[in-house]
């Protein structure tokens, strides 16, 4: 969406500055974050940050005590060298089963742990469990994670990194899935075990929930727990992937919170003509007409639209960015109108993307000979809609614009509704809290992604979703869906205490 930041996992990663945004999802594909390599845009420019940061120190209990190191270790290479992709090699249950196992063997009753399994897609099986709390009337957190990861073949890799082998070298961990988002799934798994073994008592019940086909499939797992399980993953909220840090040049700059993402809808703009021979042609032509009405989708700018929190990432933003673009994102938060402030703000695709609903040409077909005057052309339209802005409204905005070419316009499917998740003081105040002890100076930051994770479907069924993991990645290194895929070894660990005591806040209680 990936998931999808300074940070591949991210979508809803920040854009500060002319650096690094990721391709966002495929449509075709589901509300997943980028594609393999190969079709994934990531632009990486030469612009420094404008920002003056110290590195931030890390606190000498960042990182979880040995034992559990060991353990998550083991757990995370389980993980990575079980085949998940949506293929004939790949298999979604093997993995659930996998980890439902090291629950039980940790201890967990059998009624708290649940391979569920669609009957009509064996190999796409979820994992929920449940870790009991103090029965106090409190709803569940849920911990959402997908352990399904893209497709990842060895001849695309380096000779010596098979994709599906998990190795440990200068200080990384290599593997398809260790950024997205097995590494989530596996520090799920371990801070229960931890829990478990500490002897903690929430006062609310903790869920986790591993799922199938996030990255595309026919049985995407958020969907079908929704559909048919919504009883084992109710809960007040979910922690999901979306967020997580940013590091630049080593310094850490942002803890990332995910708390808002664009709809995703395509349209289909048609153009038709009687057509006839190419040697008698004439200006009413279906290809002419269609390119004259994807100009003018070109040239067209959405309203400026802002959010809670789309207000909350330009206004913790600008001391970060500094200079022109800084002095714009207090302005435009001040005074959504300035026109000044906007165009400014405009220039940047990933702040422009953070303004404004966009809709873009991405599929292109016309004629049918090379011989013969067109009598058919048609272009696909994808529109990332801002969670407030009705789609309808942005297909008649489009109808608008190719009416006078004789184009029309017609969406493909609906939009999936996704409002913006609360921010909450009883949410923020716990991450940034933490985010401060454990890296003094980094500030977190509210961010909307451009693209889209399992957490729209979880909102739209009223479950709020804040994607946030306190796993920092460096912004020109995104490997995520790509060759080579890597974390940095105390990056993993440092997440992993990060949401440790996270969740441990905000689920509340303490040691029985």
Not at 78 to 107: C, H, K, P, Q, Y
Not at 178 to 195: G, Q
Not at 222 to 241: G, K, P, S, T, W
Not at 307 to 331: I, K, Q
Request: proline content about 7%; aromatic content about 6%; glycine content about 10%.
């Amino acid at each position: 969406m990936l998931a999808a930041a300074g940070f591949p996992r991210t979508l809803g990663a920040p854009y500060l500055g002319p650096r690094f945004e990721a391709d966002l999802s495929n449509p075709e594909q589901g509300p997943m974050k980028t594609r393999p390599v190969s079709a994934q845009t990531v632009t990486a420019a030469a612009a420094v940050l404008a920002i003056s940061i110290v590195p931030a120190p890390m606190t000498a209990q960042s990182q979880p005590p040995d034992e559990y190191r060991t353990l998550a270790r083991s757990i995370f290479a389980e993980l990575i060298e079980i085949n998940t992709t949506n293929s004939e090699r790949g298999d979604n249950t093997v993995a659930a089963r996998a980890m439902a196992r090291r629950l039980l063997e940790a201890g967990f009753a059998e009624e708290d742990v649940h391979v569920l399994v669609p009957g009509d897609a064996p190999t796409k099986g979820n994992l929920v469990a449940r870790y009991r709390g103090r029965q106090s009337g409190l709803k569940p957190i849920l911990l959402l994670a997908h352990i399904d990861v893209v497709e990842a073949l060895p001849q695309d890799w380096s000779p010596d990194i098979p994709p599906f082998e998990f190795l440990e070298r200068e200080g990384y961990y290599y593997g398809r899935g260790v950024t997205d988002d097995k590494d989530e799934a596996a520090i799920h798994v371990a801070n229960l075990i931890r829990w478990k073994r500490e002897g903690f008592v929430p006062d609310r019940d903790i869920i986790v929930a591993l799922t199938a086909d996030e990255e595309g499939g026919p049985r995407n797992g958020v969907q079908f727990l929704l559909e048919e399980h919504r009883d084992l993953i109710d809960a007040a909220y979910a922690l999901n992937e979306g967020g997580g840090g940013m590091e630049k040049d080593g310094r850490k700059i942002s803890n990332n919170v995910q708390a808002s993402e664009k709809k995703f809808l395509n349209f289909s703009f048609t153009a038709t003509n009687p057509g006839g021979h190419s040697s008698l042609p004439v200006r009413k032509n279906a290809i002419y007409d269609l390119a004259h009405a994807l100009e003018a989708v070109q040239g067209h700018d959405f309203p400026v639209m802002l959010n809670e929190v789309t207000e909350a990432f330009f206004s913790r933003s600008a001391d970060l960015v500094g200079g022109d673009m800084g002095e714009a994102m207090r302005r435009i938060t001040a005074n959504p109108t300035d026109a000044q402030a906007v165009a400014v703000l405009s220039r940047e695709p990933g702040y422009n993307s953070r303004l404004r609903t966009t809709c873009v040409a991405t599929l292109l077909s016309g004629g049918h000979a090379s011989n013969a005057l067109p009598q058919l052309a048609t272009a696909n339209v994808n529109c990332r809609i801002l969670p407030d802005h009705d789609p309808d409204e942005v297909q008649r905005t489009l109808q608008g614009l190719a009416a006078p070419f004789d184009v029309t316009v017609e969406p493909a499917g609906s939009a999936t509704p996704s409002p913006p998740s609360p921010l909450t003081d009883d949410v923020l105040g716990p991450i940034e809290r933490i985010t401060g002890q454990m890296w003094p100076g980094v500030k977190v930051l509210p961010v909307m992604s451009t693209g889209a994770t399992d957490g729209l479907y979880l909102r739209r069924e009223g479950i709020p979703v804040y994607g946030v993991s306190g796993l920092f990645g460096d912004m020109d290194d995104v490997r995520a869906h790509g060759q080579d895929e890597r974390i940095r070894i105390d990056s993993f660990y440092e997440g992993m205490e990060f949401l440790f005591r996270l969740v441990s806040a905000l689920a509340g209680g303490g040691i029985a």
